[in-house]
């Protein structure tokens, strides 16, 4: 069974540049999440969907940051305008629901210089 | 690959000996709890869970001790290999089963051939 898929892998771009990334979860998981991994620390999480709505988007920076999964199963993470600061690991994880074990893809790498 | 250990607390050990990670966690109304692997360059990658109603559980050659009353995780790692050597994350779940896995800072473990 395939796992969460990422893409890009990697990705450079100039500040003030957008970028998105694409995630595409588990098949028959309901939950998705975006996960963000500064180095040397944890993953953060940015927001959580069950199926097509967001139910915690409490950390999302809604000024730059936005996200959306359609029809409920792939999704994509937008930043624009990106900045220094956003460098950083982007991690997807998916779920079936309810409490348990989050899948995690292999992460979007960002630099942004 | 970069390697995500900078600035963590490391452990190292030398191959064959066991391994024992700590972790202290925030929420007393926490209700379940996960050990993540993470190698440089890579996604987290389950290793055990437990539930709050549990105090230890045993996998393959891994153990999750949980103690709610100093709230207090560990992993112990039986006869460590070299491809043990990654940066392991504890996770807690808070919220019940609409809540959210917040990730601690992570503790580099190096094996020693």
């Known amino acids: 069974e395939a796992g969460v898929v990422q893409s890009p892998r990697y990705k450079i771009i100039e500040k003030k540049q957008p970028v998105a990334f694409w995630c595409n979860p588990i098949s028959g998981h309901n939950t998705l999440y975006w996960y963000l991994q500064n180095l040397g620390q944890g993953p953060e999480l940015l927001i959580r969907y069950e199926n097509e709505e967001a139910v915690d988007d409490s950390q999302l920076p809604k000024d730059r940051f936005s996200a959306e999964r359609l029809k409920g199963v792939d999704s994509t993470l937008k930043i624009q305008p990106a900045e220094l600061g956003d460098s950083a690991v982007y991690l997807c994880a998916s779920s079936p629901g309810g409490t348990g074990e989050l899948f995690f893809g292999e992460g979007s790498r960002l630099t942004v210089l | 690959g970069e390697s995500v250990g900078l600035h963590l607390p490391t452990l190292s050990v030398q191959e064959g000996d066991n391994s024992i990670i700590n972790c202290a966690y925030s929420n007393s109304a926490s209700d379940y709890f996960i050990w993540y692997k993470q190698e440089s360059g890579k996604g987290p990658q389950f290793i055990i869970d437990?539930?709050?109603?549990?105090d230890k559980r045993q996998g393959q050659r891994v153990t999750v001790l949980l103690n709610k009353t100093v709230k207090h995780l560990s992993l112990q790692i039986a006869a460590t290999q070299p491809g043990d050597s990654a940066v392991y994350f504890c996770a807690e779940n808070v919220g019940g089963s609409q809540g959210n896995l917040i990730f601690g800072k992570g503790t580099k473990l190096s094996v020693k051939p």
């Open positions: 437990i539930r709050s109603n549990m």
